[in-house]
T-cell receptor, first 113, second 108 residues
């Protein structure tokens, strides 16, 4: 099952610790995205990157950081500054062409206690 | 700012009945609209996009620019259609905005 791989599937951390979620794609897509999915709130955009070494804040970027050193990889760090980090995180990628759909990973469920 | 509204969080129909999942959007440019579906224990995936004007698994969606809507319809619902459905709008820069989703349950 190629495409986008997110790891790990479940992640547990203590409050105050930073944690990094992995996202790798082998679709040769230029653009990659991180969304947060909370019950009843749909998907909210955290960060996105349309090209290597460049990324933009989404709607809820506070408390998160990303890097895009390689086309295939777009890791997300949830920092201790994020007030409500417990959530389901989805990574996606797409071609930059018109009407190109998003391809999603299986997600990582992060629990911070 | 662009916005996508799905007014129904939950929708329940009987097998064989018609189903319509509503989606309204606000966007100043020319919209690229999509429907994504998430079946139980599967990843979120594309169902259909407005540009293709296609029918996927019996579902269709027509873009109505006058009403700024992109409702998803199926004339005869099946039990396997039970899933979470998201409407999404993609702007030119590539950023996609999602609605809150509608959970569809098709009862036997």
């Amino acid at each position: 099952d190629g495409g986008i791989t997110q790891s790990p599937k479940y992640l547990f951390r203590k409050e105050g610790q930073n944690v990094t979620l992995s996202c790798e794609q082998n679709l040769n897509h230029d653009a990659m995205y991180w969304y947060r999915q909370d019950p009843g709130q749909g998907l909210r955009l955290i960060y996105y990157s349309q090209i290597v070494n460049d990324f933009q804040k989404g709607d809820i970027a506070e408390g998160y950081s990303v890097s895009r050193e390689k086309k295939e990889s777009f890791p997300l760090t949830v920092t201790s500054a994020q007030k409500n980090p417990t959530a389901f995180y989805l990574c996606a990628s797409t071609r930059t062409g018109v009407n190109s759909p998003l391809h999603f990973g299986n997600g990582t469920r992060l629990t911070v206690t | 700012a662009q916005r996508v509204t799905q007014p129904e969080k939950l929708l329940s129909v009987f097998k064989g009945a018609p189903v319509e999942l509503k989606c309204n959007y606000s966007y100043s440019g020319s919209p690229e609209l999509f429907w994504y579906v998430q079946y139980s224990r599967q990843r979120l995936q594309l169902l259909l996009r407005h540009i293709s004007r296609e029918s996927i698994k019996g579902f269709t969606a027509d873009l109505n620019k006058g009403e700024t809507s992109f409702h998803l319809k199926k004339p005869f619902a099946q039990e396997e259609d039970s899933a979470m459905y998201y409407c999404a709008l993609r702007e030119g820069a590539g950023k996609s905005t999602f609605g809150d989703g509608t959970t569809l349950t098709v009862k036997p």
